[in-house]
């Protein structure tokens, strides 16, 4: 069994808008939390800044511990050809925007980043971790 390890954040501003980060692989393109997977060695609140700036240009404070989910995904499921199945453990935290400037990942994981009004979440194509991470932080 394959095991990827990753840190997300949910992200609201003053006029209580969510950042969420556009995911693309091949032809699937979906609305995700912003975050990423653990570099060898690196502290999960470190990988939530690290990747947060990649993907959306900002600075952040990370702040609270909102969960960890876990799911294995079986190899007929994944996204990545493979034999075996993948068990996925997503750390999210909350986290406060403290510098930067909105800008779009080039040649990563996503290639847009966006704030979304509250309502307007549930209209996006997204992945399921939006729904709970969103769950975690009190929002849905």
Known sequence: MDMR?????????DDDRILLARWIDGRRVAWTMPGGGLEAGED??????????????????????????????PATQRVQKSDSP?????????????GGKLRFETEGSTDMAEWFPRDAVAGLQRVKLVDIALRMAGIL
């Open 5 to 13: 390890v990753a840190a997300y954040a949910v992200v609201t501003d």
């Open 86 to 98: 993948l068990h996925t453990l997503r750390i999210v935290y909350r986290a406060s925007v403290t």
């Open 44 to 73: 999960p609140e470190a990988t939530v800044r690290r990747e947060l700036r990649e993907e959306t240009g900002y600075s952040v404070k990370v702040g609270e511990l909102l969960g960890i989910h876990s799911r294995v995904i």
